[in-house]
C-alpha cells in the first residue's frame, strides 16, 4: 500500500520531496498546498493527480492523509507541526523547525510526547559518504577521533535572498555542518570561538569560522560562507570534511556532482568515488517509508531535537562571532551587483526559482 501524503509548501524543496516520492513509487501524494498561485499552477503540471490547494487546513482534515511534508517558510511549521500532532498524522520537516529557538524547543517537546512519527532533512546524515566514513571509524581503522575539520564555502545566496526565516547563512545552511560535527563527535558541543566577517559591508557576517571542543575532547573547526568568488567569471566553491584520528584519516571533497573519499586507515586504503546525491531525499523518505509501514522508527533518521540542537549553538556560535572583532571589508554596492548578477545567471550556486 502506497502511503498518503500531503505537501505543504511547493518551493525549491517541495518540488524536490515531490519529485523523489514519485520516483521512489512508494507514495501517493494526495495534496500539494501553497499560497502562491504560480507555484500552484506548476504543481498542477508536475503532479495532475493531486489536489492543489491554497488552504492547508483540507489537509489535516483528511483522514486518509497519514503524512504531512512542511516544506514552507520556518515561521509556520510550530503551528503545522501542532496541527499534524492533533490530527494523528506523520512528519517530515525541513530544518529548521521554527522560526526561534524557543518555537524550536516547543517543537521537540511536542513530538516527543506524542505518538506521531516525525523526522527532519539533516540530509548530510543521509548521505552515502557520511555513512562511509562513519564505519571506517567505527571498525577503528583510524584509531580514536580527534579531530573534526568541515568546510563548506560557495557563491551561495547572497544576503536577502532567502534567509529571512532561517537567519544568516552560518545559521540557514551552517547548522548543517554544526549537526554534522556533533553526529561524528557523538557528543555535545563544550567549547567554542567564532570569528566572522561583514563582507560587502553588510549588517550580518555572512562568512564565520568557529573552532572548539566537544564534552569528549574532541576539536573541531567548522568553516561556512556563501563568498567564495560572488563575481569570479567562472564560479568554484571549496567543500571538504577532513577527520584526523590518532592513527589515520578520513576525508571528502565533492563537486556537487561527484563525492570523493579517501580513507587511510592501519589495515586498509579505500579511494572512493559515486554520484554526489545532493541532498539525499530520496533516502530520507525510504526510510521514513520504512517507518510508517512497520510502525517501528528507523534509528538512522534525525530526529527534531537534533535540529534543535544544530540550530541553537550555530545561533550561539553567530553571536559569539559578534562579540569579537567583526571588520567590514567591501562596499554595499558590489553587494548590489552580485544580486544584479544572480537575477540572470543560468549557472551557478544556490540559484533562485524563477
Given at each position: 500500500?502506497?502511503?498518503?501524503?500531503?505537501?505543504?509548501?511547493?518551493?525549491?524543496?517541495?518540488?524536490?520531496?515531490?519529485?523523489?516520492?514519485?520516483?521512489?513509487?512508494?507514495?501517493?501524494?494526495?495534496?500539494?498546498?501553497?499560497?502562491?498561485?504560480?507555484?500552484?499552477?506548476?504543481?498542477?503540471?508536475?503532479?495532475?493527480?493531486?489536489?492543489?490547494?491554497?488552504?492547508?487546513?483540507?489537509?489535516?482534515?483528511?483522514?486518509?492523509?497519514?503524512?504531512?511534508?512542511?516544506?514552507?517558510?520556518?515561521?509556520?511549521?510550530?503551528?503545522?507541526?501542532?496541527?499534524?500532532?492533533?490530527?494523528?498524522?506523520?512528519?517530515?520537516?525541513?530544518?529548521p523547525v521554527a522560526d526561534t529557538i524557543d518555537k524550536e524547543?516547543?517543537?521537540?517537546?511536542?513530538?516527543?510526547?506524542?505518538?506521531?512519527?516525525?523526522?527532519?532533512?539533516?540530509?548530510?546524515?543521509?548521505?552515502?559518504?557520511?555513512?562511509?566514513?562513519?564505519?571506517?571509524?567505527?571498525?577503528?581503522e583510524i584509531g580514536e577521533l580527534a579531530?573534526?575539520?568541515?568546510?563548506?564555502?560557495?557563491?551561495?545566496?547572497?544576503?536577502?535572498?532567502?534567509?529571512?526565516?532561517?537567519?544568516?547563512?552560518?545559521?540557514?545552511?551552517?547548522?548543517?555542518?554544526?549537526?554534522?560535527?556533533?553526529?561524528?563527535?557523538?557528543?555535545?558541543?563544550?567549547?567554542?570561538?567564532?570569528?566572522?566577517?561583514?563582507?560587502?559591508?553588510?549588517?550580518?557576517?555572512?562568512?564565520?569560522?568557529?573552532?572548539?571542543?566537544?564534552?569528549?575532547?574532541?576539536?573541531?573547526?567548522?568553516?561556512?560562507?556563501?563568498?567564495?568568488?560572488?563575481?569570479?567569471?567562472?564560479?568554484?566553491?571549496?567543500?571538504?570534511?577532513?577527520?584526523?584520528?590518532?592513527?589515520?584519516?578520513?576525508?571528502?571533497?565533492?563537486?556537487?556532482?561527484?563525492?570523493?573519499?579517501?580513507?587511510?586507515?592501519?589495515?586498509?586504503?579505500?579511494?572512493?568515488?559515486?554520484?554526489?546525491?545532493?541532498?539525499?531525499?530520496?533516502?530520507?523518505?525510504?526510510?521514513?517509508?520504512?517507518?510508517?509501514?512497520?510502525?517501528?522508527?528507523?534509528?538512522?533518521?534525525?530526529?527534531?531535537?537534533?535540529?534543535?540542537?544544530?540550530?541553537?549553538?550555530?545561533?550561539?556560535?553567530?553571536?559569539?562571532?559578534?562579540?569579537?572583532?567583526?571588520?567590514?571589508?567591501?562596499?554595499?554596492?558590489?553587494?548590489?551587483?552580485?544580486?544584479?548578477?544572480?537575477?540572470?545567471?543560468?549557472?551557478?550556486?544556490?540559484?533562485?526559482?524563477?
Open positions: 500500500m502506497r502511503i498518503k501524503v500531503g505537501l505543504i509548501g511547493f518551493g525549491r524543496m517541495g518540488r524536490c520531496y515531490l519529485k523523489e516520492m514519485q520516483k521512489s513509487g512508494r507514495w501517493d501524494v494526495l495534496y500539494i498546498c501553497d499560497v502562491d498561485a504560480d507555484s500552484r499552477e506548476l504543481a498542477k503540471r508536475l503532479s495532475p493527480e493531486s489536489k492543489i490547494i491554497e488552504n492547508e487546513q483540507a489537509i489535516f482534515e483528511d483522514e486518509r492523509v497519514q503524512v504531512v511534508g512542511l516544506f514552507a517558510l520556518a515561521d509556520s511549521r510550530k503551528e503545522q507541526i501542532e496541527k499534524a500532532i492533533q490530527s494523528g498524522k506523520h512528519i517530515i520537516s525541513e530544518k524547543w516547543e517543537v521537540v517537546d511536542l513530538t516527543e510526547n506524542g505518538e506521531n512519527l516525525s523526522t527532519v532533512n539533516l540530509y548530510l546524515r543521509n548521505s552515502w559518504y557520511h555513512q562511509a566514513i562513519r564505519q571506517f571509524i567505527a571498525q577503528g579531530i573534526l575539520r568541515i568546510c563548506h564555502m560557495t557563491p551561495g545566496l547572497a544576503p536577502g535572498e532567502g534567509h529571512e526565516y532561517e537567519g544568516p547563512a552560518f545559521h540557514d545552511c551552517g547548522m548543517h555542518y554544526v549537526d554534522l560535527a556533533r553526529w561524528y563527535a557523538g557528543c555535545e558541543y563544550k567549547t567554542w570561538h567564532a570569528q566572522g566577517i561583514n563582507m560587502w559591508n553588510y549588517k550580518e557576517p555572512w562568512w564565520i569560522q568557529c573552532h572548539g571542543t566537544f564534552q569528549n575532547g574532541i576539536v573541531f573547526d567548522i568553516t561556512q560562507g556563501f563568498v567564495y568568488g560572488q563575481l569570479s567569471k567562472d564560479q568554484t566553491h571549496n567543500s571538504y570534511v577532513d577527520i584526523i584520528g590518532t592513527k589515520g584519516i578520513a576525508r571528502m571533497t565533492h563537486d556537487f556532482k561527484t563525492a570523493v573519499v579517501d580513507l587511510h586507515g592501519v589495515h586498509h586504503t579505500h579511494h572512493i568515488e559515486k554520484p554526489f546525491g545532493d541532498k539525499n531525499i530520496d533516502v530520507l523518505c525510504d526510510l521514513f517509508a520504512d517507518s510508517v509501514q512497520t510502525g517501528i522508527r528507523n534509528p538512522q533518521l534525525p530526529l527534531i531535537r537534533d535540529s534543535a540542537v544544530a540550530s541553537e549553538y550555530a545561533w550561539e556560535f553567530l553571536r559569539d562571532a559578534h562579540t569579537h572583532d567583526l571588520p567590514a571589508i567591501g562596499e554595499l554596492k558590489i553587494l548590489e551587483q552580485i544580486r544584479e548578477r544572480r537575477k540572470n545567471m543560468k549557472n551557478g550556486y544556490g540559484l533562485l526559482p524563477k
